[in-house]
């Protein structure tokens, strides 16, 4: 049997909230969502799209880590930080191109979405796509996918002028494409950052 994997859908997110309500009760971070919906082109409309680890296959997350906290299983999926590890230098927040992990001064620890692990790892939905309505996070096999979904499934992004990120996590756009490109913006000086409006541009109105 092929493997499943996550598929995140943004243009069937009808931004209820339930993947957000679920994450926040899983055990191993119970009252904490790991997921979060992006508000895209907000001036115009309220289209939402939902926001996970993707997992990446060389997750610079943890390759700026120096406590090297931030584990990647056999089956490639990233895990959070060990605690006993991580000093709670925010150096994976910032370099994370998905704005994907979470500081919490409090624990002063960074967590983010290990993929439901207790559940993927025993071939159980993640709880954000056991709870979906409309399938815009959906966890099948490739061949599931083609059978039933009208676009095409990609995984390979390319940010800014270059970096070539390839995530476990694919996204679902229109037909036509072969890798997904994000352009980036520059904030006064700071380092560039990915424009959450490039989101918009993935959303398939039809194909
Ligand atoms: S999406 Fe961010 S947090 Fe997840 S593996 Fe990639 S770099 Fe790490
Ligand atoms: S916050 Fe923790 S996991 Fe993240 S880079 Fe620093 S030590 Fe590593």
Redesign the pocket.
Same mark, same amino acid.
């Given at each position: 049997m092929s493997e499943r994997v996550l598929f995140i859908d943004y243009a069937r997110c009808i931004g209820c909230q339930a993947c957000v309500q679920a994450c926040e009760e899983c055990d191993t971070h119970k009252g904490q969502a790991m997921i979060h919906l992006e508000t895209i082109r907000r001036r115009d409309s309220v289209q939402t799209a939902p926001q996970v680890?993707?997992?990446?296959e060389d @997750? %610079?997350? #943890?390759r700026v880590c120096p406590a090297d906290a %931030?584990k990647q299983t056999p089956d490639g999926v /990233?895990q959070s930080a060990l605690a006993p590890r991580c000093i709670g230098c925010s150096n994976?927040v910032l #370099?994370? @191109?998905?704005g /994907? @992990?979470k500081y919490f001064a409090e624990i002063d620890q960074m967590m983010?979405c290990d993929l439901c692990y207790d559940r993927t790892s025993i071939g159980k939905k993640p709880m954000c796509a056991t709870v979906c309505p409309s399938q815009a996070l959906s966890y099948m096999t490739n061949d599931e996918f083609e059978r039933t979904r009208r676009g095409v499934a990609l995984n390979q992004w390319v940010f800014g002028e270059g970096e070539e990120v390839r995530?476990k996590v694919s996204v679902v756009v229109p037909r036509g494409r072969d890798r997904v490109h994000v352009d980036l913006i520059e904030l006064g000086g700071r380092p560039k950052v990915a424009e959450p409006d490039d989101v918009a541009a993935l959303l398939s109105e039809d194909d």
């Open positions: 680890c993707m997992h990446c @997750p %610079i997350c #943890a %931030i /990233v994976c #370099a994370c @191109p998905f /994907v @992990p983010k995530t």
